[in-house]
């Protein structure tokens, strides 16, 4: 198999344990169940290519030493049109998913040329009307806080469930 058979990498940050439990919750009830194959996560890029990934993780273990963990906000729900997120703002990791972007400038697909809306699906792939329905049921419940992304985390794209490669936490004072 060489490297263009070979699935690609997704590269995401890492949400503090109870968000993630509690976002993954959230995902559970309301993602359509045939196409829910992910916990709650935070996307950075899609398809990174397969033929990077020692370029990747070396670039990923020089971030994680560098940086503490990173602040963050989650500020409400956004819409997808035909789905439902978490909103999260995030500076720092918008810096930091820049400076990544930057390295692997040529080697990024369209999608991951420009800078995502950080945030988790909650719900995707329903009708306009289902969203709006649960995110007028959400809005009450969804009360902003601060946390700290901990970590990036490596993943291959397999189809359904991503397998895991690995997580670099966040240990610098940066």
């Known amino acids: 198999m060489n490297s263009s058979e070979q699935p690609p990498l997704i590269l995401t940050a890492l949400l503090p344990q109870d968000l993630h439990n509690w976002a993954t919750a959230l995902r559970t009830a309301h993602f359509p169940p045939d196409r829910n194959y992910l916990e709650a996560h935070v996307t950075l890029f899609h398809a990174l290519p397969a033929g990077c990934e020692p370029e990747v993780i070396e670039c990923c273990k020089a971030l994680a030493k560098e940086h503490a ?35 692997f400038h040529g080697l990024l697909t369209q999608q991951d040329q420009h800078s995502p809306r950080l945030h988790v699906t909650i719900q995707n792939k329903v009708t306009s009307t289902q969203a709006k329905a649960l995110q007028a049921e959400l ?26 490669v690995r997580e670099f936490a966040f240990r610098g004072n940066r």
């Open 69 to 103: 963990p990173v602040a963050a906000r989650l500020v409400g729900l956004m819409s997808l049109g035909g789905g439902t997120a978490l909103k999260l703002e995030s500076p720092e990791m918008r810096s930091l998913r820049a400076e990544i972007a930057d390295r």
């Open 139 to 164: 809005d009450e419940m969804i009360e902003p806080r601060a946390f700290a992304f901990r970590g990036i985390g490596l993943f291959r794209y397999r189809g359904g469930p991503w397998e895991p």
